[in-house]
């Protein structure tokens, strides 16, 4: 097996500290534009409109409007933006002989009344007036250059300009900018990014999130895996320390939460795959409906929430989280869909990743041709754009236009063949993470490691230096307030190395003695259990290992594991060694989806394991709940229909229709009183609404028989009578907005935009 190049690390310190100024240099010429667009709508306070570069009439931009004052410059305006890849090179008025050309045509135009250029060029005295002069000769109104440093106070100056350029923050020294507590917690989110940060791309995305965050104090981040989320949480994460000042607490689980969470409010909250990272694990439900009206409250004094979740993951949890305790969470405005990325984000984002990558000024030259093309592919993700610039992903990628493409177009199967083809030392070094649950703390101890080391034959001093050599690939050693720890440098290494395990059964079985039982519970399914995301399952003839391992962990974990992860083997041998986890099968409370017993009782169905007694006991427990309490479950859950017989489920039908729907007044009025005014009068209604719009739904596609007058417009009356009484006593909280940039930025032209790419 080849052993794994070493990689060069750097601590984040280290690159905070270059030096106190901004190296824009590195942005790129593309970014750098967009960096001065911020800059004129921010700094110079004026929406700009943006031109194509390849037919832009000799303006990268164009003021809309008046400059400040009663100044006599009407009409259309100029933006030049000047770059360079060289830092220090001062401005001279040669360099910018060509603009000279066009300036002269656009002042016959009317179009350069105002002539401004914004460059990163650091500009001498002389050298402005010279320029201005020569400008000013050519026919513009006035001239005005904005050099470096002048460039670089504006965003020492302006949190609202870093928080709409927040590649900022991984470019300068923070400790410029930010206090001391803000600072150090800065510190703590960047270091679990690398220099991600440094590569982001301020995409419609990015943009949606800040403004839903602004106005609701809480945003859900969704997408595919490798999508960019956890990216676009971080760049907030520390926008929120700079311009709101936030306490920035990252945490893993409702119980963080609750230890955390302050009386006084103004914290943020950076909360990363809530419900799982590679798959959905409902043992958590229960203990995050707790704290949903912790969450309600806290937002009501200021504190702010950001949230991802991969896509299929949030769409398993949905089920059994009571999201009418926090309706905003639901609402379709906080829902960001990170994977829709324009064609000119798509390209910034391959553009930023090939340019800071550590490729070969070789490499690429050779695949800058292809560039175009990958930003156009439907398939197309960030992190495998961030794999494309690696010498450790891609060294060894053949360049032709198929191979370059299918990198894209299989980004889980070059990932697998990676770590399939690295040394013994390094997939040991995976090992030790992927034993601990995906974090482990640093400097590991030497049981964590020589288990993992034993598995694979090597020593354990080998395995510690492999993670170093892991460092900033696929492993990332990040800190937090409890000090240093090792992690995936991304979450699709877990998933990668899951089925890399389970290719090979010998490494099932040194995954089931080696790893934590607590992690084990949330890894595997039983051979013929269907889980997405869960890529190792253990066969039959494995059982008892995987028995003797998980036996000894609490009931209620077990009761998880057998609702969703369990075969009928497995369930007999928990069963007869803890039938506690029966207990809670002859009782439910509404919404009965989401009791966790429920499901577990529809699974030991679905297993032959469950007993008429229970059957017909939870069949009366559903019915009862769809009258009293309007509760939609027989409507809704999965499978409940394999459950109660045909005539219990035309019994629901009639339920519904004949006391459900006339009794709509009294479950409004029900819940008008268990009302704690700190939510939104309409968010309080918005559970009910939506399961008496599910009963109706069930009804007409039982009957097929449509109604004779829509019976929820008797709910809306009543629900807006309601609303209208609390709103007096309602006292919504209040929200300081972060900048979102109005102007629209550039379709560049792909090939033009990737023409440095390899400078």
């Not at 320029?131 to 470096?148: D, H």
């Not at 000119?344 to 984002?349: L, M, N, P």
């Not at 099932?508 to 051979?527: K, Q």
């Given at each position: 097996?080849?052993?794994?190049?070493?990689?060069?690390?750097?601590?984040?310190?280290?690159?905070?500290?270059?030096?106190?100024?901004?190296?824009?240099?590195?942005?790129?010429?593309?970014?750098?534009?967009?960096?001065?667009?911020?800059?004129?709508?921010?700094?110079?306070?004026?929406?700009?409109?943006?031109?194509?570069?390849?037919?832009?009439?000799?303006?990268?931009?164009?003021?809309?409007?008046?400059?400040?004052?009663?100044?006599?410059?009407?009409?259309?305006?100029?933006?030049?933006?000047?770059?360079?890849?060289?830092?220090?090179?001062?401005?001279?008025?040669?360099?910018?002989?060509?603009?000279?050309?066009?300036?002269?045509?656009?002042?016959?135009?009317?179009?350069?009344?105002?002539?401004?250029?914004?460059?990163?060029?650091?500009?001498?005295?002389?050298?402005?007036?010279?320029?201005?002069?020569?400008?000013?000769?050519?026919?513009?109104?006035?001239?005005?250059?904005?050099?470096?440093?002048?460039?670089?106070?504006q965003i020492r100056t302006s949190p609202q300009l870093r928080m709409m350029a927040p590649r900022l923050y991984g470019l300068g020294d923070l400790n410029d900018v930010l206090d001391g507590r803000a600072y150090e917690q800065a510190q703590l989110i960047l270091s679990a990014m690398g220099e991600d940060l440094q590569r982001l791309v301020v995409t419609e995305a990015h943009r949606g999130s800040v403004r839903a965050i602004s106005k609701h104090n809480l945003v859900l981040l969704l997408g595919a895996p490798a999508a960019g989320k956890s990216t676009i949480g971080a760049s907030i994460a520390v926008g929120?320390?700079?311009?709101?000042?936030?306490?920035?607490?990252?945490?893993?689980?409702?119980?963080?939460?609750?230890?955390?969470?302050?009386?006084?409010?103004?914290?943020?909250?950076?909360?990363?795959?809530?419900?799982?990272?590679?798959?959905?694990?409902?043992?958590?439900?229960?203990?995050?409906?707790?704290?949903?009206?912790?969450?309600?409250?806290?937002?009501?004094?200021?504190?702010?929430?950001?949230?991802?979740?991969?896509?299929?993951?949030?769409?398993?949890?949905?089920?059994?989280?009571?999201?009418?305790?926090?309706?905003?969470?639901?609402?379709?405005?906080?829902?960001?869909?990170?994977?829709?990325?324009?064609?000119?984000?798509?390209?910034?984002?391959?553009?930023?990743?090939?340019?800071?990558?550590?490729?070969?000024?070789?490499?690429?030259?050779?695949?800058?041709?292809?560039?175009?093309?990958?930003?156009?592919?439907?398939?197309?993700?960030?992190?495998?754009?961030?794999?494309?610039?690696?010498?450790?992903f891609a060294a060894g990628l053949e360049l032709t236009e198929a191979k370059v493409h299918d990198f894209f177009r299989r980004p889980q199967q070059f990932l697998l063949d990676t770590i399939t083809n690295l040394s013994d030392e390094c997939r040991a070094a995976i090992a030790v993470v992927f034993l601990n649950g995906g974090t482990v703390r640093s400097p590991v101890p030497h049981a964590e490691l020589n288990a993992a080391a034993s598995a694979f034959g090597v020593s354990g001093a080998s395995v510690r230096a492999e993670l170093q050599a892991l460092n900033g690939s696929l492993l990332l050693l990040a800190q937090d307030k409890d000090g240093p720890y090792w992690t995936y440098k991304h979450p699709t290494v877990s998933d990668a190395f899951a089925k890399y395990l389970a290719?090979?059964?010998?490494?099932?079985?040194?995954?089931?003695?080696?790893?934590?039982?607590?992690?084990?519970?949330?890894?595997?399914?039983?051979?013929?259990?269907?889980?997405?995301?869960?890529a190792l399952t253990v066969p039959n003839s494995m059982l008892d290992l995987l028995f003797e391992r998980l036996v000894r962990l609490d009931s209620y974990l077990l009761k998880t594991f057998v609702s969703y992860r369990s075969n009928k083997l497995f369930s007999l041998k928990i069963i007869e060694a803890k039938p506690d986890i029966l207990s809670g099968l002859s009782t439910f409370f509404a919404p009965i989806q989401e009791d966790s017993d429920a499901r577990l009782l529809i699974s030991l169905h679905q297993q032959g394991l469950l007993s008429e007694e229970l059957r017909s006991g939870f069949a009366e427990a559903v019915l009862d709940a769809l009258v009293e309490k309007a509760d939609p479950t027989v409507f809704e859950m999965a499978f409940i229909n394999q459950v109660l017989t045909e005539s219990e489920m035309a019994q629901a039908v009639q339920l519904a229709k004949n006391q459900t729907l006339q009794r709509i007044p009294e479950y409004v009025s029900s819940m008008r009183g268990e009302w704690n005014r700190e939510t939104s009068p309409e968010d309080h209604f918005y559970g009910l609404e939506q399961a008496l719009t599910t009963i109706k739904d069930g009804i007409a596609k039982a009957t097929d028989e449509p109604f004779a007058t829509d019976p929820l417009t008797k709910l809306h009356t009543e629900v807006q009578a309601a609303v209208w009484q609390m709103e007096s006593e309602y006292d919504p909280p209040s929200s300081t907005s972060a900048p979102v940039a109005s102007s629209t930025p550039q379709n560049a032209v792909l090939h033009t935009l990737f023409r440095d790419v390899d400078e």
């Open positions: 097996m080849p052993k794994t190049p070493k990689q060069p690390t750097k601590s984040k310190a280290a690159v905070l500290s270059l030096s106190g100024d901004y190296p824009l240099h590195k942005l790129g010429w593309k970014a750098f534009q967009d960096l001065a667009v911020g800059i004129a709508e921010e700094c110079l306070r004026r929406p700009v409109q943006n031109f194509l570069p390849n037919n832009d009439a000799g303006r990268d931009g164009a003021f809309v409007g008046k400059w400040d004052g009663d100044d006599p410059a009407a009409g259309e305006s100029t933006i030049q933006c000047k770059f360079s890849s060289v830092p220090g090179k001062n401005l001279t008025r040669s360099m910018l002989k060509d603009e000279l050309v066009k300036a002269k045509r656009l002042a016959e135009l009317k179009l350069a009344n105002d002539y401004v250029i914004l460059t990163n060029h650091p500009v001498t005295g002389e050298s402005d007036l010279a320029i201005r002069a020569a400008f000013e000769s050519a026919g513009v109104g006035r001239c005005r250059i904005f050099g470096y440093d002048w460039i670089t106070r929120a320390a700079d311009i709101w000042k936030s306490a920035t607490i990252r945490i893993t689980s409702p119980e963080d939460l609750k230890r955390h969470l302050s009386a006084t409010g103004s914290q943020f909250f950076w909360i990363d795959d809530a419900w799982g990272n590679t798959q959905y694990q409902r043992q958590t439900a229960e203990a995050w409906n707790q704290v949903f009206p912790l969450m309600q409250g806290a937002m009501m004094k200021g504190s702010r929430f950001l949230i991802t979740s991969r896509d299929y993951i949030w769409r398993a949890a949905q089920s059994d989280l009571k999201l009418q305790a926090i309706p905003v969470l639901k609402q379709s405005q906080v829902v960001i869909n990170v994977e829709e990325l324009s064609t000119s984000e798509k390209a910034q984002i391959l553009y930023n990743h090939i340019k800071l990558g550590d490729q070969s000024a070789s490499f690429k030259a050779k695949v800058k041709d292809f560039l175009p093309a990958l930003a156009q592919r439907k398939d197309f993700l960030p992190e495998t754009a961030r794999r494309l610039g690696s010498k450790f290719g090979t059964p010998e490494l099932v079985e040194m995954y089931l003695r080696g790893a934590r039982p607590e992690s084990i519970l949330y890894e595997v399914v039983c051979a013929g259990a269907h889980l997405e995301g869960a």
